[in-house]
Each structure stands twice: as structure tokens, then as C-alpha cells.
């Protein structure tokens, strides 16, 4: 059974750092580019970043780039989105997926339950 | 970056009925689009991908059309379970961006 568990959200001032964490089960990890996806309280979504299958290739939403730092580690299951500079607007549930490759085409065919990130003084 | 434009932003609707929701692309994104729904508290859930292929495992009352700039969301024969919010998707080049959404509630 294919899961995905992310972990490191909290509350954090503004300015801070913090690092989420996927850990992946189910499936072979480095066959999958990843991504991560937030959604702000009451709010749509918003893609975040992506990571190719061996994190050669990396890319960013306008919001986050420069801020954030997408990375994995193959060899433990793991993908990591390092979120700096943060700022209130930053505060979402912060959710990875992968990228499954349907037909050939990009989709999201998995997603964790999310972490929340609270941005606040 | 590609914007992409989703309405409504929401409809009441009875079960039984049919639903159209529509995406717009700012430019041409060939079939590239992905459609998601979303309950409360949950994460999203594939429904469609390259415009109008089903994801395995959902119902054949969801059907996606369109390609270039214009795509189609429709939901026949609404069922109480489809009650949510969808959401679509460009992944024809980065970055990646989302509609805004729409929130199918009940009438």
C-alpha cells in the first residue's frame, strides 16, 4: 500500500525556518518525481515545488522561490521541503504528492494527509 | 506563469443533477490539465488526468473534455458523495497552477 507521512509542521515566527518531511512506503521511491502542495485556512490550493526522480531538477512556484528548498534522499524514502524566510502568508497545510506518470501524463495519484505550518508572532 | 481560470467558484445543485465546471487556460496547454476533489479535512483525490482520461477507481459519471485553453468538468447524475470542492490543474509547464476551485454544495 502505497503512503506518504509528512511531519515537521508547527508554529513558527515569522522569519523562521523550518523542514518538513515526507516518508514514503509502498512503492519504489526513486522511480517518482515528487511535490509538495499547500493550502492556506479556507483557502484553494497551490502548488509549491517539484523534484525530479534524482533530485536533478528541481522547480518553484513564484511565491516560494528563493525561500524554499526542495530535496530528497533516495536512500531513505525521504523528500524534504526546507521553508526560510517565512512569512504569515506561508501559514497552510502543506501536503506532498506524487507524481505518478499516469499514461505518460503528470498526476497527482497520492497524497499524505498534510502538516500544518503556522506562521505567527 | 500560466493563469488559469476556474468557475463557478460555486454551485448549489440537488442530487441527480448534472454539473459543468470550467477551466481556462491563459494560454495553450495542449491536454495537460488534471482535475482533483476535495472533501473537508481530507487531501485531494485524482479524478482526471490529460484533460479527459478517468483515474482508475472512479466512477464513470465524471467525464473531463477539452484541450488548448478551454477544459470541461462534468459530474452526471450527481450523488450525495460528490458533495466537495474540485480543483484543476496545469502541469503543461512550470510552475504548476491550480484553478481556483469550486464548491459543489447542496441545494
Known amino acids: 500500500e502505497v503512503q506518504l507521512l509528512e511531519s515537521g509542521g508547527g508554529l513558527i515566527q515569522p522569519g523562521g525556518s523550518l523542514r518538513l518531511s515526507c516518508t514514503a512506503s509502498g512503492f519504489t521511491f526513486n522511480n517518482y518525481a515528487m511535490d509538495w502542495v499547500r493550502q492556506a485556512p479556507g483557502k484553494g490550493l497551490e502548488w509549491v515545488s517539484a523534484i525530479s526522480t534524482r533530485g536533478e531538477r528541481t522547480f518553484y512556484a513564484d511565491s516560494v522561490r528563493g525561500r524554499f528548498t526542495i530535496s530528497r534522499d533516495n536512500s531513505r524514502n525521504t523528500l524534504y521541503l526546507q521553508l526560510n524566510n517565512l512569512r504569515p502568508e506561508d501559514t497552510a497545510v502543506y501536503y506532498c504528492a506524487r507524481d505518478g506518470l499516469c499514461d505518460g501524463n503528470s498526476c497527482f495519484d497520492y497524497w499524505g494527509q498534510g502538516t500544518l505550518v503556522t506562521v505567527s508572532s | 506563469a500560466i493563469q488559469v481560470t476556474q468557475s463557478p467558484s460555486s454551485l448549489s445543485v440537488s442530487v441527480g443533477d448534472r454539473v459543468i465546471i470550467t477551466c481556462r487556460a491563459s494560454?495553450?496547454?495542449?491536454?495537460?490539465l488534471a482535475w482533483y476533489q476535495q472533501k473537508p479535512g481530507k487531501a485531494p483525490k485524482l479524478l482526471i488526468y490529460?484533460?479527459?482520461t478517468l483515474q482508475s477507481g472512479v466512477p464513470s459519471r465524471f467525464s473531463g473534455s477539452g484541450s488548448g485553453t478551454d477544459f470541461t468538468l462534468t459530474i452526471t447524475n450527481l450523488q450525495p458523495e460528490d458533495f466537495a470542492t474540485y480543483y484543476c490543474l496545469q502541469d503543461y509547464t512550470y510552475p504548476w497552477t491550480f484553478g481556483q476551485g469550486t464548491k459543489v454544495e447542496i441545494k
Open positions: 494560454q495553450d496547454i495542449r491536454n495537460d
Open positions: 490529460a484533460a479527459s
